[in-house]
Every structure is written in C-alpha cells, then in structure tokens.
C-alpha cells in the first residue's frame, strides 16, 4: 500500500487550490492538511494507487493522459471528472471494503459508461 503523507510546500505552490491529494506513484499519496484524515479522499487516492500499480505505473500516465485528450474533446470543462479512473473511484468511493473486492481492470469499465 502506498505511503500517505501531507503534501510537501512544492506540491503545495504548484497544484491549484481545488485539489485536495494527488496519488503520485510510486512516490506516495500526498495530501493537503484539511483533509488528511478524510476517509473518503483516503480511499479515492487509495483506488487510485492500486490502478496505477496494476498499469504498472507508466502505462496509467500514458493512458490517464490521453483518455484526457479524448474526454476534453467532447466534454470540455468536464474532461477530468470523465475519465474512466476517476469515475472508478469517485463511484466506490463510499464502499469500505472496496479495495478488497476490486477487480483488476475495474476502471475499463467507466470507460464507455457513466457514473
């Protein structure tokens, strides 16, 4: 599992303010000190983690990257929230367990459909 930590003052003075933790692997899960101890962004970050392990961490850049490209085209503003990964752990994010009984892959399936 991935080390989490507050953010570090670079993180903080580069990322606009509307982001609350990013999941940076195989650096660590960094988050902003208001919600450290939210278990909810917890768990987003933590789903996060393990998709980019899976992908084995290049490949989930590469694909994050241009499934942006692709949503930006027919969404616009709305690119970021469509991408397939985070709809995965937006949508599971209030199930406890749900790394447990995560299906590798389990983001393919919000490639096509919404959340």
């Keep these: 599992m991935a080390k ?3 953010m570090g003052p670079f993180l903080l003075k580069v990322l606009p303010d509307s982001v609350q933790a990013i999941t940076l692997a195989p ?3 960094y988050y902003k000190a208001r919600v450290f101890y939210n ?18 961490i290049i490949f989930f850049y ?6 942006w490209a692709i949503k930006w085209l027919k969404y616009w503003k709305d690119a970021y929230s469509n991408i397939s990964f985070e709809r995965e752990a937006k949508k599971k994010v209030l ?21």
Excluded: C
């Design 4 to 6: 989490h930590k507050l």
């Design 27 to 29: 650096f660590g899960i």
């Design 39 to 56: 278990s909810y962004t917890q768990r987003e970050e933590e789903t996060h983690w393990d998709q980019q392990m899976e992908m084995l």
């Design 62 to 67: 590469i694909w994050y990257v241009l499934e």
């Design 95 to 115: 199930i406890k367990d749900y790394l447990k009984q995560r299906r590798p892959f389990a983001w393919v399936y919000y490639i096509n459909h919404k959340s």
